[in-house]
């Protein structure tokens, strides 16, 4: 009788654990259920975010290279339509030489308007105190340096009503020496632009 009643005791146990088990396994099915719709839609989130990341990033690497090889090209052109002012400046006045000097003069002056807006960009994109900026106000600076000795002969001409005159050896001298400065601070400014470009990877 005594061995029954362990027997029975023994069954008991067993049925209580078994009982337990099954519990405990059907809150832990119904918690994960409850919380799956919630962390699928928190890892959905999560993803979204990330490619929307990544996305992002690419657009604002993608446009700022656009930017700086955008500025490039124009510092480069008004470079080159100011090397061939410099060269009309120095010939002989005459009526052809007279009209295509203004056509250059009026191109040189609007890519310099260019280049002062890329400045301004590049300003409100990277701030003053960037390499690239500075680098690029540095170019506008001798390039303008470059440029006032053609600037005052012009304003003479038309102030005086006479042919333009032509540069004298202190103009030339400024002029060569300031080409020289702006070429540097132009690849200055490519290397900078390279250097940023190249550390801003897009993904």
Same mark, same amino acid.
């Given at each position: ?57 690419? !657009? ?18 008004? =470079? *080159? ?19 295509? =000097?203004?056509?250059? =003069? ?29 680098? *690029? ?40 020496? !300031? ?9 200055? =400014? ?14």
């Amino acid at each position: 009788m005594a061995a029954c009643r362990r027997m029975v005791r023994h069954d008991d146990r067993w049925m209580a654990d078994s009982t337990t088990i099954a519990v405990v396994s059907v809150s832990v099915a119904g918690i994960t259920a409850l919380a799956t719709p919630p962390l699928t839609a928190w890892f959905d989130e999560r993803k979204e975010s990330r490619r929307f990341g990544r996305e992002r990033l690419i !657009r604002d690497v993608t446009e700022l290279r656009a930017l700086l090889d955008d500025a490039l090209i124009a510092i480069s052109e008004a =470079f *080159y339509r100011h090397s061939k002012l410099t060269v009309e400046w120095g010939l002989d006045p005459g009526a052809n030489h007279t009209d295509l =000097f203004n056509d250059l =003069f009026n191109d040189v002056l609007a890519k310099r308007e260019s280049m002062v807006l890329f400045k301004t960009r590049l300003e409100t994109r990277l701030g003053p105190g960037d390499a690239v900026t500075q680098a *690029y106000d540095e170019a506008i600076d001798l390039f303008d340096e470059a440029f006032e000795p053609i600037v005052d002969a012009h304003v003479a001409a038309k102030m005086g009503g006479g042919p333009l005159s032509r540069p004298s050896e202190k103009d030339a001298f400024i002029i060569t020496q !300031r080409k020289r400065d702006m070429n540097a601070a132009i690849k200055r =400014f490519s290397e900078e632009a390279h250097k940023l470009a190249g550390f801003q990877r897009a993904p």
